[in-house]
């Protein structure tokens, strides 16, 4: 498996298969079979319209081992069957290929458990979930100015209100506007302004998939992933995680 010279990868893929050698499960044929989910089976009904998922700019890819399920966001289109061998084989070398890697790491994480909730949360999951949001950097941090990596928006309005953020985000649309308060910037030409001017790091775990996750993980500053993307990762890596409504894998 190529790695791009990453450290992050490099600790993350010997964490997977650290987690597999023991079990065998290599050497059993494990069908995995990975596949986009439409937003509402993603997301559910939910009263705002505005999360990523509904616009249709990324797509949440789903893997199931042995009934247990992972997740990854990735803006790649794409239908995966193969083996858990296979899988831990992939070069790696684009986003869809690094989403179906982190599905499956998640879903045997959660299999192994490791950590049980690798499921998005539905209906009104994402609403609860961005009122807590403000409470968790309070206590876990105080006052910090806070680094968000990707544009969620209740999430971000919320931690706007009580906390500096400088917001990241890739998508071309977004960049250079002010939504609900909250300015959204280039996650490419001021990354390392945004950084600098930042005590913790807030992101989604696209990162992972979409490989910028060195930039960040080597930063030297705490770094907090949201959602279910990064939800094995974080389990192997010992990286903190925000995702308080995420459902479980088992079920």
Known sequence: ????????????????????????????????????LKPED??????????????????????????????AFTSAIGDYNGTLEDVLKL??????????????LNAIACLNQKVSNTIHCRNEGPEKCCRQAADYFRKAYGNPRILMLGYQPAIAEALNKEFHVNLLDLDPANIGRTINGVRIRDGVNEAEQCLND??????????????????YYNANKPLI???TTGSGAAALLGIPRFCPESLDGNM
Do not use: H, W
């Open 1 to 36: 498996m190529q790695t791009y010279n990453s450290s992050f990868f490099k600790q993350l893929s010997k964490a997977f298969n650290d987690l597999v050698d023991p079990y065998n499960k290599k050497e059993v044929t494990i069908n995995v079979k990975a596949f986009p």
């Open 42 to 71: 993603a997301i559910g009904s939910t009263q705002r319209k505005d999360f990523v998922l509904l616009k249709g700019k990324e797509r949440l890819i789903q893997a199931e081992v042995m009934g247990c399920k992972g997740q």
């Open 91 to 104: 070069p790696l070398i684009d986003d869809f290929q690094r989403a179906i890697y982190i599905a499956t």
């Open 225 to 227: 992933l949201y959602g």
């Open 198 to 215: 930042s005590d913790v790091i807030f992101s989604t775990g696209s990162i992972i998939c979409n490989n910028s996750i060195d930039d």
